[in-house]
């Protein structure tokens, strides 16, 4: 049999089911129903092919064109970081039981995966201190655009508001999601870096569904998350919590706090960044919200042996089954990388998670404090942070900043003047633990040298510039 | 046994009482449709509701359905013993399986309701 589609065997079968000769005018007359001013009647303008051999030599100088943190010292962060993934994650996932699987239509055929699912359910209630979770959303953006509607659908009111320092592309999916729903939203303005509760008091009222918060913020700062929460509440709306998973090794759980929904991207628990994606949505609540829930859960139960099972669970409010009135579009779940999760936080234990999350605090204080005794950067808040900081460039050139670092061979961080106008003068830098002394020291170095060269001051003073150069 | 009730053809029944007030519940003939029931939704006591707006929901190991206001008006009391005993709604439908009380805003609305041979003629062509 052949693998290939089209063999002169397969077309002279083709026409001679649709009665055809296959003669030299036959495929002509294949397409005499299109307009000739719409036919092309000249070659497609593509190279000749390539054989497997200059095809992948081709390919590899391609990619070779991508900046990566393969490449280049990676310092971006605003929702998706760098940080460490353990072969032993790569290496499990890649068995063939896991990574060529697709849920079969009848899910409890495959008690391996939804006995992962569930393993992840656990893992993602006890990180967030929730009572529930899903199996898992698209991405961190989508959970917290769920989370909204779930919030929507449980008060229900026709008001939402998000948090300024909330991810800015959370909230215009969140937008997104709610354009055609006659859902108004309000943003609540964080000038100080944080959102202030007594900010926030001023824009929730008895309309509002939830309040989407995030922790740490946008700016990688520490929100007083209880004390907004508790404002919230005293509205009678929800609280949605996005967090970074990772902090949650130090940092207060948000089911501790007073969230009522938490999401999460998952990227950073065990997956590459990988140009973007596919990234891993977490979406986690309170038991009394499981009938709101997005997506699809596995269930734990006994077999009619009374063996421990798994199920899927509450599909009767799946889309499939419920149509129009489901919980959402969704039906489906990010498996592979749910269980890529899974594995990480294992290996990692509670301990290792905190030592990662120590490790980030400790090297991101120690970038601040070195990015800042330089000459060219200063402080743009002033907020306890985690792993990632907001400095301010006098010179008010970020992005060509960003591009000189870049040819030095640091991914420096992510300007923020495209979401804060406000904030034109300032750059995102996120650390993680995989960033060493040197690397810190580096780019500091980097960016004092450059803030010598092309500071119109110094301009053309060789002197004092050869003596930055000798620091290094 | 049910003369002085009304139907919707959402299978909802409905039921006059003295004082102004009217009782709701779920049909036998929907309770039995749904097989197993497994989880209730009620609202909250307060609630204004439209005729054919949907104030709970109920949902079996097959389906989850909505349940539709036969008439406008006020929530005034929910049987918040029902989900904890959803076997109530198939052992006494009309009685001890009701589900809430309205006050009605305006009585003319039952007219537009089906009585019990409408409602039985109704389910005998809905299940053709």
Redesign the interface.
């Known amino acids: 049999m052949s693998y290939l589609p089209h063999t002169a065997d397969d077309v002279r079968r083709m026409f001679e089911t649709i009665r055809l000769s296959g003669g030299p005018g036959d495929m002509e007359s294949l397409f005499s129903g299109i307009p000739s001013e719409c036919r092309l009647k000249r070659p497609l303008k593509i190279p000749v092919a390539l054989d497997e051999m200059e095809l992948e030599s081709h390919i590899r100088e391609l990619a070779g064109r991508n900046s990566s943190p393969a490449s280049a010292v990676c310092f971006l962060g605003g929702g998706a970081y760098d940080h460490f993934v353990p072969a032993v994650v790569d290496q499990l996932a890649a068995r063939g039981e896991f990574f060529t699987s697709y849920t079969p239509y009848q899910a409890e055929a495959s008690q391996g995966n939804l006995q992962v699912y569930f393993e992840y359910q656990s893992l993602m209630t006890t990180l967030t201190g929730m009572e529930v979770s899903n199996m898992s959303l698209y991405d961190g953006a989508s959970a917290a655009a769920e989370a909204v509607l779930m919030a929507l659908s449980v008060t229900p009111r026709k008001k939402v508001v998000l948090s300024a320092s909330a991810h800015p592309e959370y909230r215009q999916v969140v937008e997104t999601y709610l354009a055609n729903l006659g859902v108004e939203t309000v943003i609540a303005a964080c000038p100080s870096g944080v959102l202030q509760p007594q900010d926030l008091v001023q824009v929730v009222d008895d309309q509002t569904a939830c309040v989407l918060l995030q922790q740490p913020n946008f700016f990688g700062c520490i929100e007083q998350l209880s004390a907004l929460t508790k404002v919230a509440h005293a509205a009678g709306a929800l609280a949605v919590v996005a967090v970074d998973p990772v902090s949650l090794g130090l940092l207060k759980r948000p089911g501790d706090c007073g969230a009522d929904i938490v999401v999460a991207e998952g990227q950073g628990l065990g997956n590459h960044l990988a140009y973007g994606g596919p990234y891993l949505g977490i979406l986690a609540c309170r038991e009394s919200f499981v009938?709101r829930m997005p997506g699809r859960l596995t269930g734990q139960t006994l077999d009619r042996r009374g063996n421990r099972c798994w199920v899927l669970t509450l599909q009767?409010?799946e889309q499939h089954?419920?149509r129009e009135?489901a919980t959402s579009n969704v039906c489906t779940n990010q498996g592979l990388l749910a269980l890529r999760s899974s594995i990480h936080l294992a290996v990692l234990g509670p301990q290792g998670l905190r030592e990662v999350a120590e490790s980030c605090l400790a090297k991101a204080s120690y970038a601040h404090r070195r990015l800042l005794d330089g000459q060219r950067l200063s402080a743009r808040f002033d907020q306890p942070f985690f792993k990632e900081f907001v400095v301010r460039d006098p010179q008010s050139r970020p992005n060509e900043l960003v591009a000189e670092l870049l040819s030095a061979g640091y991914l420096a961080g992510v300007p923020l003047g495209r979401w804060y106008p406000e904030l034109d003068d300032c750059l995102l830098v996120a650390v993680t633990e995989r960033r060493t002394r040197a690397e810190i020291d580096g780019l500091a170095l980097a960016i004092n040298s450059l803030f010598v060269s092309s500071s119109p001051s110094h301009h053309n003073n060789h002197a004092k510039h050869s003596v930055h150069q000798s620091a290094f | 046994m049910a003369g002085d009730m009304k139907f919707a053809k959402t299978h909802e029944w409905i039921r006059y009482e003295p004082a102004g007030i009217a009782t709701v519940g779920i049909s036998s003939y929907a309770v039995e449709a749904l097989t197993d029931l497994v989880f209730m939704q009620l609202p909250a006591v307060g609630r204004k509701v439209k005729a054919g707006e949907s104030f709970g929901e109920i949902e079996s190991v097959k389906a989850v359905s909505d349940l539709y206001a036969p008439v406008s008006g006020e929530i005034v009391e929910v049987n918040a013993a029902l989900p904890n005993q959803l076997e109530t709604l198939g052992k006494d439908p009309y009685g001890e399986g009701w589900v809430v009380r309205i006050r009605p805003d305006n009585p003319a609305e039952l007219a537009v309701l089906l009585d019990q041979s409408a409602y039985d003629s109704h389910i005998s062509s809905q299940s053709h």
């Open positions: 009938r009767t409010r089954i419920r009135k």
